[in-house]
């Protein structure tokens, strides 16, 4: 019985499908794309880790933003680098969401297990269009994601929001370096 009982405790808290993970490799003072479709990702039933104070990616407010289909990609961001990541829908009607963070290079932890990170990022549709900015357009875009002294791991998610799970995009990758 004692077996049974740590077996069970060793269980992680959430238990969703194991999501494929898409490599990516970013080019130095460059661009890369990657095409993709919501229907290769998983839906994630628990979002809390995403408004707690150790990830603060986005808040609870705006979960409906991340209900669909979480296609994931992962790559590693070298040292003197910055980069900045855009969505594309292929339909412009789409509504896309998408998110990043930065771990650790050994660290393999993965959303919605994810108990902390260096930094998180996330954009989603806006209900109302942002000072001094022009009209919204069906693309996201991630930026802020920066190495300085070393090299830290970046997961991107490409999510459909309000609860989407298909759909063609194009993930641009684009990254500066020293």
Known sequence: MKTLLYIFLALPLFMTA???????????????????????????????????????????????????????????????????????????????????YQTGTNNEDLTPNLARCIRCEADHKRERNRVGRATQDHTRTVTNLVAINRPYRVVIVVVGAEGLTEGDFTLNVAMKSR
């Open 18 to 100: 194991q999501p494929t993970v898409f490599k990516i490799e970013p080019e130095k003072n460059g661009t890369v794309s990657y095409s993709g479709n919501l229907s290769d990702g998983v839906v994630l039933d628990n979002l809390s880790w995403a408004w707690s104070s150790q990830n603060a990616c986005f808040p609870e407010t705006q979960r409906k933003k991340f209900t669909g289909s979480h296609v994931f990609f992962e790559g590693i961001i070298p040292t003197y680098s910055e980069m900045e990541v855009t969505v594309v829908p292929k339909d412009p009607k789409a509504n896309f969401s998408i998110y990043a």
